[in-house]
């Protein structure tokens, strides 16, 4: 009787690395018979090498444990949600100064050992090719889906699927020196919508110059050239000719520097990122500058001096889909509820936010197939943010983004940014208390 009961609750997940590891761990904790289907070792993506499950693909570093900073609280709430990827992440541990790294092969093998043993979880080693036609399903196929499912996934998204990122860094608004920066659109058409970083010619060739020079990320082999004339990288512009970006995404026309009167011989351009205004991505700035010399050269641009970088920018293989259309916050689609997508897929990006949306959509899938209420993180906790950015549908051009701060709704008062963080931490782990015991 058992065993038919547990029938019924059958559970497929398809992909096993983080998110749909910690889907089958949740879903198998709540009495749901899984299957998790992983395509290695018979199949392995160009990133990919080893057979187990909850396989790093690139850092071996969790980042920050520091609860003022996106993935500190991120982790320390998947530590209170019980997760299996963060329990695996702590015994694995390594020294890392305040990061949280790990050895990558005792992490790995903690996750698929920790599955093997559980009675509930079936683990197949398949490629899946199509979407399943009945049953409960969690998508979990990650930025490197096999290329046979990305194109059933295509087809049952409609083709709102993406295969690249080219994204622009992104600042939060309260870092930005608004006695330089000013707001307006071009000739005025579009209130204040813009912030508008001026420089003058002198800036302007320092900072072309430093472009130029910068260190950038090369290509992985299987990354090959991005195509989109549209999503050039910065220096690939600024190598064409120096005055190139200032007729391009830094063009000044039709703006004019209220502090002097005048047109500015070259601006940046920042766009408000979500409905909070607490984010901002600088326009047209896709690069493959790394992370460091993207702070080092884009505080070059007046009025980002002191700029904090909540996402940098990047031009990498990615697979996601456009959430804000597609997905319900329970990570649900929309035109078919049975089928949930987790992880990166969802677009949201890295290691932790890929746990996190496996999480959720683990416990939600559980509930729903023993009867139970769906119930949404407050928006107030880091995983809550997540899902904020997920169906975020006041970004125009959706993009995968990192946990942090800006995603969190804000705090008023006239305390510093420290102070602020430290009580949007603490209002983040008493939210989540009230939470987890709704769906323990
Ligand atoms: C090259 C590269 C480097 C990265 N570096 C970092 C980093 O340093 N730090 C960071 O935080 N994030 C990094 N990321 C992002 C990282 O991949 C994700 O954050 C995280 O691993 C995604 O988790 P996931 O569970 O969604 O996907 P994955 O961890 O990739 O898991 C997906 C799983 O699905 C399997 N699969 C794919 N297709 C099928 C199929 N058709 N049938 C069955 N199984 C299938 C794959 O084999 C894989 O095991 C990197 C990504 C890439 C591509």
Avoid at 8 to 29: D, K, T
Avoid at 85 to 99: E, L, N
Wanted: proline fraction near 5%; charge should be neutral.
């Amino acid at each position: 009787m058992q065993r038919r009961n547990m029938r019924e609750r059958q559970l497929l997940i398809i992909g096993g690395g983080l998110a749909g590891c910690e889907a089958a761990w949740q879903a198998a904790c709540r009495g749901v018979a899984v299957t998790l289907c992983e395509m290695k070792p018979k199949r392995f993506s160009a990133a990919h090498c080893s057979p187990l499950l909850g396989e790093l693909v690139c850092s071996n570093s969790f980042k920050s444990e520091a609860l003022e900073t996106g993935p500190g609280l991120l982790k320390e709430e998947l530590r209170r949600l019980g997760s299996l990827i963060i329990q695996a992440a702590d015994q694995s541990r390594v020294p890392a100064g305040s990061a949280l790294a790990v050895d990558r092969e005792v992490f790995a093998r903690l996750i698929t050992e920790a599955l093997e043993k559980r009675p509930e979880i079936e683990i197949t080693r398949e490629e899946v090719t199509s979407i399943p036609e009945q049953g409960m399903v969690i998508i979990a196929t990650g930025p490197l889906t096999s290329d046979a499912f990305a194109q059933a996934i295509m087809e049952l998204t409609r083709r709102l699927l993406a295969f690249y990122d080219a994204i622009s860094p992104i600042v939060a608004a309260d870092s930005i020196d608004f006695a330089i920066a000013f707001k307006g659109s071009r000739y005025g058409k579009g209130g204040a919508d813009y912030v508008n970083c001026p420089m003058n010619r002198e800036e302007y060739y320092r900072f072309v110059k430093a472009v130029r020079e910068g260190q950038k990320v090369p290509l992985h082999a299987f990354e090959g050239a991005v195509p989109f004339e549209g999503c050039l990288p910065i220096e690939d512009l600024a190598e064409r000719g120096a005055d190139t970006l200032a007729f391009g995404p830094m063009k000044p026309v039709g703006l004019i520097d209220p502090r002097t009167g005048e047109q500015p011989f070259a601006v940046v351009q920042l766009r408000q990122e979500n409905r909070e205004g607490t984010l901002y991505n600088i326009v047209g700035f896709q690069t493959k500058l790394t992370y460091t010399e993207q702070e080092r050269i884009f505080r070059l641009i007046p009025g980002l001096e002191r700029a904090e970088f909540v996402r940098h920018g990047s031009l990498h293989r990615n697979t996601f889909i456009d959430a804000p259309r597609l997905l319900r916050g329970t990570l649900q689609l929309k035109a078919d509820p049975r089928i949930f997508f987790a992880g990166q897929l969802t677009g949201i990006e890295g290691y932790m936010e890929s746990t996190a949306m496996g999480f959720l959509a683990g416990v939600n899938a559980a509930r729903l197939l023993t009867g139970q209420e769906i119930i949404l993180p407050p928006r107030t906790t880091a995983v809550g943010a997540l899902v904020g950015h997920i169906t975020n549908r006041f970004a125009r051009d959706y993009q995968p983004m990192n946990v942090n701060f800006g995603l969190l709704p804000p705090l008023g008062g006239r305390e510093g940014r420290m102070e602020k963080r430290q009580h949007m931490a603490d209002r983040a782990l008493r939210d989540l208390t009230a939470w987890k015991e709704a769906i323990a």
